[in-house]
């Protein structure tokens, strides 16, 4: 097959160019994979250089545009991309993969362990829903090696299955989200979180959303910025001297038995704490309160109030918070005064206030 310019008589002068020219223009065809694949049929000087693009990005349309079948050649085509890139053995700088329908098991653990190995850069890896026929546990395996810089795994719900540990030596930032653990998951997530062997480097964490997990322990040697929410654990500790940023947002930690729970958090060099006050079923959930009092950002605090987060008595048990020097309230009010009772209540907590910064986030207009 030859390019459409040479069957119009025209001169085909793309085709002329080097292959780093050429795989420079796919990552204009970036947004889909399927069109950086299509490019093997223009002509043979371009059959396998798709194989060599440096972005990938592999997106299933949305759930209900699609029916069963659509969602099993997807897989297909997945699964076909991911080997073939293997077999050529090229790096790839970015390689996005978002597919909204379990694989299964088998299926999932070979794409991330292609996607592990190949990718030297940024990896974002979500997996989808898992398919309500099937009643089987989704789980995947995490590989034990990756040279990604970024990598984000979104699983969805799916066990993510550890091993005893990992070499990920040039893993700068990572995300883990709507995953579920074992229950003795907790020990080695932090072990491959904190060594040193494992991610020497890692100095961005986001954890969001995750399950099963009943004591977990970061040592963060490198850390510089944890991001927490919806975190179900008994036990959280976090020790990270060079953490500048801490961000617990919502729920951050939540278990069944709020009794036997237990939050400590050593940060030094922390310069901003930003966390939410939610209403809970005790009043103001306590771990954000425990941060507010107990951690020093040398850059202050700041503290988000969303329009249903708190009810009219939810400050009353909230303790005197001397470490507040340098406070920027962020909230989304329903009304003019809606708020006013609970921000009046937390400034008058904050006897050592000395920098007060107010922002409203939404402007919603009440009609009375």
Known sequence: MMPWAACHGGVDHISDLGDDLLLHVLRFLSDNARDVVCTSVLSTRWRDLWMRAPVLRILQHKPGSTDDGDDSRFNDFVHNVLARRACGGADIDRLELYAWVWPGKSRADVWLRHAMR????SLLFNVGRVC????????????TTTRATQMSLQLNGANLLLPPAVE???LTELTLGGIAFSDDDGPRLG????SPSCCPRLRKLTLSGLYGLHDLRIDGGALETLDLSGLSVRRLDVDA???ALLHAQGFFMHYLDDDHTSLTVRAPALERLRTSLESGRLGVQHYPVQLLHQCRPIHGHTCLFGPDNLEDDAMAGMPQLPGVKDLTIRFMSRGSHYLGPTVTSLLARCNNLECLDLHNESHIQVSL
């Open 118 to 121: 190949h990718t030297v850069g």
């Open 132 to 143: 309500v026929s099937d009643r089987r546990p989704a789980r995947v395996e995490l590989p």
């Open 168 to 170: 990920f030596h040039k």
């Open 191 to 194: 072990h491959l979180l904190s």
């Open 241 to 243: 001297p060079r953490l």
